[in-house]
């Protein structure tokens, strides 16, 4: 019940252009401010350990909001990639691009990794989590009809597990099902009640 009554008393500023973001994080029955995130670099050394690319792009993002933070708010910046066959595969900027992210994660599987980082005006913690995603075999005709009715371009790997692709083409996941849609609610939840 404590732990309850401390999230009432935050408030999350939410720096992210996904409404997805903003219904989960309301899901968890926290007051939500949505901002504009800043226009962020999305670069990050060759060199990075793709397991840590997500966090650090989360932090990136924090660190670019300007502005005093009051004590009872909490800023939230998240990224989320995808990692195939140790590639880093972020959002598509084109349809020929989003067709052959999809073609790789046909009937393969691929990691998603969500950073997140929770900044105050006193201090900031990031963390991130994995999911392992199997994709059963998609057909052209399937990758066709996806990309022209749902339009992913806004997605780490082209896809939404939440919409028809979700629905016909991931076969089973190992870990958090949210993580996949761009926020790991288990760890966000405990995470913020522990800021």
Sequence with gaps: ??????????????????????????????????????????????????YEVPEFLASKKADCITGEIDKKSILVTADTIVLCDNEVINKPNDFSEAYQMLSKLSDNEHIVITGVCLKS?????????????????????????????????????????????GYIGVERIEGSFFNVMGLPLHKLYSEIINF
């Design 1 to 50: 019940m404590e732990s309850l009554k401390a999230l009432n008393n935050k408030k999350i500023i939410l720096a992210s252009q996904s409404p997805r973001r903003r219904n989960l994080i309301e899901g968890l029955d926290m007051h939500v401010e949505l901002i504009e995130p800043p226009d962020s670099d999305e670069s990050f050394p060759k060199e990075m350990n793709p």
């Design 121 to 165: 005006g006193q201090k900031k913690k990031t963390f991130s989590s994995i999911t392992k995603v199997y994709f059963a075999k998609l057909s052209s005709k399937e990758i066709n009809y996806y990309l022209h009715k749902y339009n992913p371009y806004d997605k780490a790997g082209a896809y939404g597990i939440q919409e028809w692709i």
